[in-house]
């Protein structure tokens, strides 16, 4: 059979279609290879030393006398980070969105906006390093303290930077609030300031949680902060003048100088599983509850 | 009935309208003074020899070209790696996916990719590409990590972009007896092709600004020589910023040269995002559908 | 009925304009609305009709670039003055919308959400209002056993007599309706049109509709709307018979619209 052109274009369009749905599936292998790799490297330490060593209240996995693997420290260090952050995520991050979103005029947006995409632009090891040389001296006069290195001047900055996340989402869910509600309640002489905190706010309350999720993901996901920050001290503590020591700032202060293969070097991996499991199902869930808002 | 009082809320309203600038612009302080110091305590270290000279006496003296380079190379290797595969990705969700099962999965590990800690994907870098494959420490897997890192930010604003062209002219175009590939490659791409690498330019910037990434995988600190292979190691400017913060030994002397490091990352990075938001601005402007 | 000197008037315009932007939508209106009757005001899509009824509670403001020019009386006095209490003319001059617009929240609650606004907080007041309110929309009986069970959960028809009994929950004394029963089924249509023939014993209602039959209907009075100008006003019997401008009956024996 002779290929006339006509046909000949459309087995380039299916050639195309083929090789861009090969490019689109990359995604899929991508997550797979990550959980793969990960999990390989983790299971030596199902054997040696057996998992429930994760379930300690110590992490001292260098030591002459008892290695102890104990995953709480990181765990806990990692959550009381996270709980503080969000405290103050919440207030700055919500209210912003809603300002910006009901209450801002436009030459005001378009000046604050990009501030906004500016700081979520900047880099976590500039604003780690900030931290470093500036806030935590400044907590440590304030709160008369050894050190400025501590969970609560991590979780400034880490709400500082998950905010513009939870003001991108939130605004959002305003948005997507039908303009119907705003005239019905205008209509009935409500001012502007009340139709929005009685009707448009909690109207987009699921879109607003989901946002505040995201942010906490990323709050928890966050390295380099709390890498140069919170004091790097695996302890359990509810403190937030403590140092503390969080999963992901284990992973990279301890993956340099591990040996490959060791026990030390396994459990570093499972403290990454745990790290990615927490990540994945706040994400999870944070999308359901976008999806099932966006449904409505 | 006369229980309505009148809805006097003038004050009320005022009131919660300052406390809601307040919050509002804490944030644009913070965001500011961070911004403002940087600035100012990087700019006295900024000198011709800090940009182009190499490190000395064990990074406490000298420049950082390296890390410059460094950084450069990286942000070409992921890009070219990112670029077309998340280009070829958003093509094929935006132009031909149906809604079967198996671009449901696609979508749903693009969202879990963009939820992956940056730590983690070191992780993952050094156990597939350093490890498994050997590449060892080195620009290459430093790269791939990298692209496949910023690979969904590039997915989700290249299908923004190509969303952004109205069905019409694909339409007008499949109408007229052109195939898809036609209609896109001559109807659609011409018109998405800016929006797409504005979006691309955002994940330039998260290329250059990671370090957890390139901790596992690349980096090292004092480097006083070029690479020379894409399998060598090599100094990049977040990694060198981190080293010098929190492991030098003396650290009163290299404050200057921290803060000029920091400097330079943010002015290229900031640099990046600016162009790409001022890009967005003026292809919105022109292509007002 | 016919208009005479001694009708009482509720609502009085003078030279009213609206501009949206550059685009003029009413050009120099002036009418005279009386009190406790049924005004309608009909005409083409695009006339100004509803424009015209949205000056009458300023829900013109809230359009972003508009202006308005002219004079607009309530009770004799002009309601774009500087000194007018906007919270307190939107409550004395109600709306109800095309498109029925409850809350997401419980029936009872979107009823007493205007009472609160203004003030009212003893519960029991409010539990009367509620029922008052709900009654005057004829609403009352099909609801009054699930006051709490969400407002979205109603049938269209009775959506809108929600936000109906909503509207009269802070006592207006005008009530302006637009196009109240487009959306609906003829017999929701009926129930509509009926409330409307009640409430106007306590009310003054103006009342947008492009429904001629339904104008003729339900109205006392009717002001026909083209293109931004008013081309005539009278009672409804009038102007369905005998309308002295020949672009009115045009309009009316369906030559255009």
């Known amino acids: 059979m002779i290929f006339n052109s006509i046909q000949r274009k459309l087995l380039q369009d299916k050639a195309v279609r083929t090789i861009l749905l090969g490019a689109a599936s990359t995604s899929i292998l991508i997550v797979v290879l990550i959980f793969l790799f990960l999990g390989k490297e983790a299971v030596p330490f199902i054997s040696k030393p057996g998992i429930s060593a994760l379930w300690d209240s110590r992490w001292i996995p260098v030591s002459f006398q008892e290695q102890r693997y104990g995953i709480l420290p990181l765990l806990s260090g990692s959550l009381l980070v996270t709980f503080l952050a969000t405290i103050f995520m919440i207030p700055f991050g919500v209210i912003s969105a809603i300002y910006l979103s009901e209450v801002a005029v436009k030459s005001e947006r378009e000046i604050l906006k990009p501030f906004i995409e500016l700081l979520a632009g900047i880099p976590s090891v500039i604003i780690g390093f900030f931290g470093l040389v500036v806030l935590g001296p400044v907590i440590k006069s304030v709160f008369g303290l050894q050190t400025g290195l501590n969970a609560l001047t991590g979780a400034l900055l880490l709400a500082l930077m998950a905010i513009p996340t939870v003001i991108s989402i939130s605004e959002d869910a305003l948005r997507n609030v039908p303009r119907s509600y705003k005239e019905a309640s205008l209509a009935l002489g409500a001012s502007k300031i009340q139709t929005i905190w009685r009707i448009v706010v909690p109207a987009g309350l699921p879109g607003i949680i989901a946002a505040i999720m995201l942010g906490m993901g990323r709050v928890i996901g966050e390295t380099m902060v709390v890498l140069m920050v919170t004091g790097n001290a695996a302890i359990m503590t509810l403190n937030p003048l403590d140092s503390v020591r969080t999963m992901t700032a284990t992973i990279a202060a301890e993956m340099g100088e591990v040996a490959f293969g060791s026990s030390h070097y396994a459990a570093l991996f499972w403290v990454g599983i745990f790290l990615l499991l927490i990540t994945l199902g706040l994400n999870i869930i944070a999308q359901r509850v976008l999806r099932k808002y966006q449904m409505v | ?289 | 009925m016919v208009m005479s000197p001694q009708t009482p008037t509720k609502i009085e315009t003078l030279g009213l304009e609206v501009f949206y932007d550059t685009q003029q939508a009413l050009f120099g209106i002036d009418t005279v609305i009386p009190s406790n009757q049924v005004t309608a005001l009909i005409g083409p899509s695009g006339c100004g009709k509803s424009t015209y009824l949205r000056s009458l509670n300023r829900m013109n403001d809230i359009i972003e670039n508009t202006q308005v020019k002219g004079i607009v009386k309530i009770d004799g006095t002009d309601i774009y003055t500087n000194g007018t209490d906007l919270a307190d003319l939107r409550r004395r001059v109600g709306m109800v919308f095309q498109k029925s617009n409850p809350f997401p929240k419980s029936i009872y609650e979107n009823v007493v959400y205007g009472p609160k606004i203004h003030g009212v907080k003893d519960r029991q007041t409010l539990d009367e209002l509620v029922e008052t309110s709900l009654i005057g929309a004829g609403l009352w009986s099909e609801v009054k056993d699930r006051l709490d069970k969400s407002a979205l959960e109603l049938s269209g028809g009775q959506q809108q007599r929600l936000c109906i009994a909503r509207a009269l929950a802070v006592e207006p004394e005008i009530l302006l309706m637009d196009e109240p029963a487009s959306a609906l089924d003829p017999k929701s249509t009926a129930r509509i049109e009926d409330l409307i023939g009640e409430l106007r014993v306590n009310y003054t209602i103006v009342i947008v509709t492009h429904n001629m039959q339904q104008a003729a209907r339900v109205s006392d009075f009717t002001a026909f709307f083209y293109e931004g100008h008013l081309i005539e006003f009278g009672d409804t019997q009038t102007i369905f018979t005998k309308p002295l401008n020949q672009q009115t009956e045009d309009y009316i024996t369906g030559r255009f619209g």
């Open chain 2, 1 to 289: 009935m006369n229980a309505f009082r009148q809805n006097h809320t003038t004050i009320q309203d005022t009131v919660i309208r300052w406390s809601m600038r307040f919050f509002t612009y804490a944030i644009v302080l913070g965001v500011g003074y961070i911004l403002f110091d940087i600035i100012v305590k990087g700019i006295p270290a900024i000198n011709w020899e800090f940009l182009t000279g190499f490190p000395r006496r064990g990074g406490s003296e000298g420049g950082i070209l390296p890390a410059i380079l460094g950084t450069t190379y990286l942000i070409l290797g992921s890009i070219g790696v990112a670029l077309p595969l998340g280009m070829a990705s958003a093509l094929y969700l935006s132009e031909y996916a149906s809604q079967g099962r198996l671009n449901r999965m696609i979508r749903l590990a693009i969202i879990t990719l963009a939820g992956v800690p940056s730590i983690v994907f070191g992780l993952f870098g050094l156990g597939m590409f350093v490890l498994f494959f050997d590449f060892g420490t080195s620009i290459l897997s430093g790269s791939l990590t990298l692209a496949f890192m910023i690979l969904p930010t590039i997915i989700v604003s290249s299908e923004e972009a190509l969303r952004a062209v109205p069905q019409a002219l694909r339409e007008g175009s499949l109408a007229l007896g052109a195939t898809r590939w036609q209609t896109i490659y001559k109807n659609v791409l011409p018109y998405a092709l800016p929006g797409m690498f504005t979006g691309s330019i955002l994940g330039i910037g998260r290329a250059a600004g990671e370090t957890a990434p390139i901790l596992l995988t690349v980096a090292a600190f004092y480097l006083p020589i070029l690479p020379t292979s894409i399998f060598d190691q090599v100094m990049a400017l977040p990694y060198h910023l981190y080293i010098l913060a929190t492991q030098h030994p003396d650290t009163q002397k290299v404050l200057p040269l921290q803060y000029g490091t920091a400097l330079v990352l943010l002015f290229l990075v900031t640099g990046f995002n600016l162009i790409a938001i001022f890009l967005r601005m003026r292809f919105r402007k022109k292509y007002k559908w």
